[in-house]
Nanobody, 123 residues
């Protein structure tokens, strides 16, 4: 088990910034991949970004490239999602997820999930 706890969501105006955090506890693996997904009302869960635990590789969905940055602090077992230039279409519940070994953008392939944190961007 890899319990995940997200924090940092909230309400922000368009053009503003938020930083989400995902704290992993319990047993973590050096080969684990951490990711952020989001789900807006009435829509499927969407991949946002991922990072290897080493930080050597990152991936982003096209719609957030240049605006969002995923990073990690291994000493704190925490992954971050810095979100800048937020748009109303970024409004969603954001979930942290983890899986061993290999990156994928498929939500169904991730074994561990946090409860989610709400991000609301007003226009």
């Amino acid at each position: 088990q890899v319990p995940l706890v997200e924090s940092g969501g909230g309400l922000v105006q368009a053009g503003g910034s938020l930083r989400l955090s995902c704290a992993a506890s319990g047993r973590t693996f050096s080969s684990i991949v951490m990711a952020w997904f989001r789900q807006a009302p009435g829509k499927e869960r969407e991949f946002v970004a991922a990072i290897t635990w080493s930080g050597a590789s990152t991936w982003y969905v096209d719609s957030v490239k240049g605006r969002f940055t995923i990073s990690r602090d291994n000493a704190k077992n925490t992954v971050y999602l810095q979100m800048n230039s937020l748009k109303p279409e970024d409004t969603a519940v954001y979930y942290c997820a983890a899986r061993p070994n290999y990156y994928t953008n498929r939500a169904s392939a991730y074994d561990y999930w946090g409860a989610g944190t709400q991000v609301t961007v007003s226009s």
